[in-house]
């Protein structure tokens, strides 16, 4: 008979990054101008209008989720992405994949709600917030949110990624 040696690991959780921020950080009509600037392709200045959700992401980052992020705002981003019953972040594109695992998380900056008791909803663990313009909403970028409300309600967004390594 050999000796073996057992252990037995509780199972691994981490609350820091397996969760959803959000938070208030346009007011409507800096909503609305992001929103007319993204539609009418007018990149300058809604990489500007948009700089205060970068700055909150970074806070966020470095007080809740604590990724290794090299910085925010790809190519071609912000992004105007409208979410509707049966939309979620994996259907749009916005999570990982495989030509981009260097994406750490997913910031959706709200700009328009329309219809009643829209929200963002994580399924694991379950979390949501309310749709409400000039909030911006974070995820991990594995993580999938998705549209919960009625069956004729929109929320529009500007989405884009903070960056760093590639998950392994």
């Given at each position: ?118 929200r963002l909803a994580l399924d694991q663990p379950t979390k949501s917030t ?39």
């Amino acid at each position: 008979m050999t000796d073996q040696l057992i252990i037995r690991l509780p199972p691994m959780t981490n609350s820091w990054v397996l969760g959803l921020a959000s938070a208030r950080v346009i007011d409507l009509d800096t909503a609305v101008q992001l929103g007319s600037a993204l539609q009418e392709g007018r990149t300058d200045e809604a990489q500007q209008l948009i700089d205060p959700a970068v700055q909150a992401l970074h806070i966020a980052n470095s007080e809740y989720f604590r990724f290794d992020v090299s910085g925010a705002i790809g190519p071609a981003e912000p992004r105007l992405v409208v979410f509707e019953p049966g939309t979620s972040m994996r259907r749009l594109g916005l999570g990982l994949h495989p030509d981009r695992s260097d994406r750490k998380l997913v910031a959706l900056l709200i700009l328009a709600v329309t219809g009643a008791n829209a929200r963002l909803a994580l399924d694991q663990p379950t979390k949501s917030t309310e749709a409400k313009p000039g909030t911006l909403v974070m995820v991990p970028s594995y993580c999938d949110l998705t549209y919960d409300g009625d069956e004729d309600g929109q929320i529009a967004v500007a989405a884009f990624h903070a960056y760093g390594r590639a998950f392994r």
